[in-house]
C-alpha cells in the first residue's frame, strides 16, 4: 500500500513538472511572437552625417557625394555647427542643401553670395538665384534664416566685415578669371573673414606643367596660381589634400571640363547638344581632378 502511493506520488509529480515544462514553453513561443520594438538607425539630428544623408537632398546630388566627398570636404575646411559660413556662387544649392540644415541646427549663420543681378545679368543665373531662394524661403523650419548677399563685378560686402568664420569658393574661380573678378572674390573673402578664419576651396586642378590660361578656359586651374591669388590677397596656406583627387581626369577634353558630369557637355556651350557624339570615355572618368586647399586670414 506504502508502495503504491509512493508511486502514485511520483507519477503526480513527474505530470506537474510536464506540465510546468509545456507551460514554460507556451509563455516563451508566446513572448517570442512578439518582436522588441526596434529604433531606427540614422545619424544623430544636427550632425553633418545627418545633413548629408537628410531625405531632402535629392537622388541626383546624392549620387554626387562619391566625386564631391562633402563631408570629408567641409571636415577638412574645420566647418563646425555654430560659424557663420559664406559660401560663394552657391548656383543651385548643391553645398546649400547640406549647410542651411546643418547650420540651421547649430545655431550657425550661412550667407549665401549669390549671382549678381542687374539689367545685364545672365538669365539663367538669376533664374538660378530665384529658384534658390524660394526653396529655402519655403521651408525655414529646416533651412534656417539664410542670408542673401552677392558677388559679382560692382557688388559691395558678402557679409559683414570680419564676422565670417568660414569661406567658401567651390569650383568656380575659372569663372571668376575669365569674368576678370577672381582677384576681387580673393579680396572680398578676406574683408568678411575674421581674423584666423578659414578659407576654403575646391577646384578643377590644371596639370602644373601646363600653361595657365589667363581666362581659364577649359575649367581648369593651376594649383600654384590660386595660391598666389590667395597670397596677394593676404592669405597664409595651411593645408592641401587629395579628398576630391581623380587621376582618371586627363584634362583634354573637347568642351573643357564642363564634358565631363555633372554638365556632360556633347557640344560647345551655347550650342545644341550633338546626339551623335560618344561619351563613353568621357563617363568612365567621372567628375573632374579637384584640388582642395585650406587657407587662413592671419590673426
Not at 503526480?12 to 522588441?36: I, R
Not at 600653361?211 to 592669405?235: C, I, R, S
Not at 556651350?269 to 587662413?296: N, V
Request: net charge negative; aromatic share 10%.
Amino acid at each position: 500500500m506504502a508502495e503504491r502511493s509512493t508511486r502514485r506520488a511520483v507519477l503526480a509529480g513527474a505530470c506537474m513538472a510536464a506540465f510546468a515544462g509545456l507551460a514554460a514553453c507556451g509563455k516563451k513561443e508566446e513572448k517570442s511572437a512578439t518582436p522588441a520594438p526596434t529604433t531606427p538607425a540614422g545619424p544623430p539630428e544636427g550632425s553633418l552625417e545627418w545633413a548629408v544623408t537628410g531625405p531632402w537632398r535629392s537622388a541626383a546630388d546624392k549620387a554626387r557625394d562619391p566625386w564631391r566627398h562633402p563631408i570629408e570636404t567641409l571636415r577638412f575646411f574645420g566647418l563646425q555647427p555654430k560659424m557663420t559660413v559664406v559660401d560663394f556662387w552657391p548656383g543651385s544649392g548643391w553645398y546649400t542643401e547640406i549647410l542651411a540644415p546643418y547650420l540651421k541646427q547649430g545655431g550657425g549663420t550661412l550667407y549665401l553670395a549669390g549671382f549678381a543681378e542687374g539689367p545685364t545679368a545672365d538669365p539663367a543665373q538669376t533664374a538660378l538665384n530665384a529658384a534658390l531662394k524660394a526653396r529655402l524661403e519655403g521651408d525655414k523650419k529646416l533651412y534656417g534664416e539664410v542670408q542673401f548677399t552677392a558677388f559679382g563685378a560692382a557688388t559691395g560686402p558678402v557679409a559683414p566685415v570680419g564676422t565670417a568664420d568660414l569661406v567658401l569658393f567651390m569650383r568656380y574661380i575659372q569663372a571668376w578669371m575669365a569674368a576678370g573678378i577672381a582677384e576681387k572674390a580673393f579680396a572680398d573673402a578676406y574683408a568678411a573673414l575674421r581674423p584666423g578664419g578659414v578659407l576654403g576651396i575646391e577646384q578643377h586642378r590644371l596639370q602644373p606643367d601646363e600653361d595657365q590660361d589667363p581666362a581659364a578656359a577649359n575649367g581648369y586651374v593651376q594649383e600654384a596660381f590660386v595660391k598666389q591669388l590667395a597670397a596677394e590677397a593676404g592669405f597664409v596656406f595651411v593645408e592641401a589634400s587629395e579628398i576630391n583627387a581623380n587621376p582618371a581626369d586627363t584634362k583634354d577634353h573637347p568642351f573643357g571640363v564642363e564634358t565631363l558630369a555633372p554638365r556632360r557637355l556633347t557640344a560647345p556651350l551655347g550650342q545644341p547638344a550633338d546626339p551623335t557624339f560618344d561619351r563613353t570615355k568621357y563617363d568612365a572618368i567621372g567628375e573632374s581632378d579637384r584640388m582642395t586647399l585650406k587657407f587662413r586670414k592671419p590673426e
